[in-house]
Nanobody, 132 residues
Framework: QVQLVESGGGSVQAGGSLRLSCGASGYTFNFGYMGWFRQAPGKEREGVAAIRINRGTTYYADSVKGRFTISQDSAKNAVSLQMNHLEAEDTAMYYC?????????????????????????WGQGTQVNVSS
């Protein structure tokens, strides 16, 4: 059984920074990718950033590229999302997700790495509020 637990959400003014963390436990040996997603009220869940486990390749949504950085801490079986230059539009519930390698084709597209359907395991979410 896999468990993902997020932490680090909160409230910040526009232009500020937050760092989200996600710890994974259970059967994590087959993880291919981990990612961060967000969902604002009335909107669909969207992919923000993803990282290929143990390879370090990263992928970002255009809306956060240059502002957000995803990283992996292999020793702690965790991933983090450093969010800088936050904007009011970044306000949402942020979710950590993981998918086994079998969910991702060898010749993967950028869209697939940030697609909700590619991920099997999900955390409960952590709220991020950015005031303008």
């Amino acid at each position: 059984q896999v468990q993902l637990v997020e932490s680090g959400g909160g409230s910040v003014q526009a232009g500020g920074s937050l760092r989200l963390s996600c710890g994974a436990s259970g059967y994590t040996f087959n993880f291919g990718y981990m990612g961060w997603f967000r969902q604002a009220p009335g909107k669909e869940r969207e992919g923000v950033a993803a990282i290929r486990i143990n390879r370090g390749t990263t992928y970002y949504a255009d809306s956060v590229k240059g502002r957000f950085t995803i990283s992996q801490d292999s020793a702690k079986n965790a991933v983090s999302l450093q969010m800088n230059h936050l904007e009011a539009e970044d306000t949402a519930m942020y979710y950590c997700a993981a998918g086994p390698s079998s969910n991702f084709p060898i010749f993967i597209t950028h869209i697939q790495t940030l697609g909700v359907r590619s991920y099997t395991y999900w955390g409960q979410g952590t709220q991020v509020n950015v005031s303008s």
